[in-house]
């Protein structure tokens, strides 16, 4: 066990509906970070946020929102939905924000398998 | 743009043998950290390893080294001492520096651990 919770475990939905997926990161982690996993796409950075602010942003589409919460639990809301973003959503976390020459270990946490009909 | 690539989609060992999982990476950053995960099929994503540009030595986690080879950009996973639940698919990624801490994927290698 990571320490990192994601709501819900699954989620099935229908094209065009808005979904919002919840992480909370391991106690004393700042820094959240959300990845798509996809047959056609692999593993793919979307966003992260450290401490609130967003910190870099990846190949996060339009339709796709998140944000970071005083508590430092995140979000991910996912509108429009398509059949091609079916895939497992995983948030991960870490101590600080990164940067060169520090290891910044990412724990991820169980992910959220979406399924579009 | 950094790359990773993992050219074995999978690999077969024997139990109790040791095995390679090869990485290479593309960079034109001087300072990156290079990190490998395990994902069995339950799904999770497990931190195994790490390796900082910088450092000289090679990381050793338990069972787990890497084969840091800088001048040829690659990072090879050793598992030594192969388990049945080794059995996972094996990503090498890379952080992208210098801002922030995003990770980079390669396409993984999936491992199966015969008895």
């Known amino acids: 066990d990571s320490g990192v919770t994601q709501t819900p475990k699954h989620l099935i939905t229908a094209t065009g509906q808005r979904v919002t997926l919840r992480c909370s990161p391991r106690?004393?982690?700042?820094?959240v970070y959300w990845y798509q996993q996809s047959l056609d796409q692999g593993l793919q950075f979307l966003i992260q946020?450290?401490?609130?602010?967003?910190?870099a942003k990846g190949n996060i589409l339009e339709r796709f929102s998140a944000q970071q919460f005083p508590d430092l639990h995140s979000e991910l809301n996912l509108s429009s939905l398509e059949l091609g973003d079916s895939a497992l959503y995983f948030c991960a976390s870490s101590v600080g924000q990164g940067g060169p020459d520090r290891q910044e270990t990412q724990y991820f946490g169980p992910g959220t398998r979406l399924l579009v009909l | 743009a950094q790359k990773i690539t993992q050219t074995q989609p999978g690999m077969f060992v024997q139990e109790k043998e040791a095995v390679t999982l090869d990485c290479t990476y593309d960079t034109s950053d001087q300072s990156y950290g290079l990190f490998w995960y395990k994902q069995p099929s339950s799904g999770e994503m497990i931190f195994l390893i790490y390796q900082g540009s910088y450092d000289e030595q090679n990381a050793t986690e338990g069972r787990y080294s890497l084969n840091f080879q800088k001048a040829r950009k690659s990072a090879n996973l050793v598992i030594s001492a192969s388990q049945l639940g080794d059995s996972a698919m094996y990503f090498c990624a890379m952080r992208e520096a210098p801002y922030g801490n995003k990770l980079v994927f390669g396409a993984g290698t999936i491992l199966r651990v015969k008895s």
């Open positions: 106690s004393g982690d700042l820094s």
């Open positions: 946020y450290y401490n609130g602010e967003e910190r």
